[in-house]
């Protein structure tokens, strides 16, 4: 039995729906934070490390506290209840693009959730890791 075409036409269509599914999306303000990060002990950004980081536990309190299970889910603040949107470039393409709101959100959220800042090897493992997933 023959193909009928639409049924081609629908098949092409999936795939290159699939293709552009998971843009590679580069936000520069990471690689421009990663330069002023590095010194003479930081020398590379390694995404596991990034990945560690966002899923450890301090007295109950993780990066997932707010920004839900997965960085490409829709978070929800632990203690305001806010809708926050998801944290991965991949599915929203405006994470993740002004340096002042990434730092100020480090502080902010760094001393909540480990009780202290995040060095400047940690911020830029889990930039890392976040354009990645
Ligand atoms: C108490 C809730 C809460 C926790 C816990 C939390 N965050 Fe956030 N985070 C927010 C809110 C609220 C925003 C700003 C709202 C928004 O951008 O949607 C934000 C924004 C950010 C941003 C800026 C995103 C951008 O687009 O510039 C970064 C980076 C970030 N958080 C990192 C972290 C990291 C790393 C942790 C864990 C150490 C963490 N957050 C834990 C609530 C939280």
């Not at 552009?20 to 520069?28: F, T």
């Not at 340096?99 to 902010?108: P, Q, V, Y």
């Not at 202290?116 to 976040?130: A, D, V």
Request: aromatic share 8%; with cysteine; glycine share 6%.
């Amino acid at each position: 039995m023959k193909t009928p075409t639409w049924v081609l036409v629908v098949i092409t269509g999936f795939i290159s729906l699939n293709l552009h599914a998971k843009p590679d999306i580069e936000q520069p303000v990471i690689k421009q934070l990663q330069e002023s990060y590095r010194n003479n002990a930081v020398t590379s950004f390694d995404a596991p490390d990034g990945k560690a980081i966002w899923y450890s536990e301090q007295n109950g309190r993780s990066c997932t506290s707010c920004h839900g299970t997965s960085p490409t889910d829709v978070g929800k603040h632990r203690k305001t209840g806010k809708k926050i949107l998801p944290m991965a470039p991949s599915v929203n393409p405006k994470r993740l693009i002004k340096a002042a709101k990434i730092e100020k959100w480090f502080l902010r959220n760094c001393k909540w959730t480990l009780g202290r800042e995040c060095s400047p090897q940690e911020k830029g493992n889990i930039l890392q890791w976040l354009q990645q997933i």
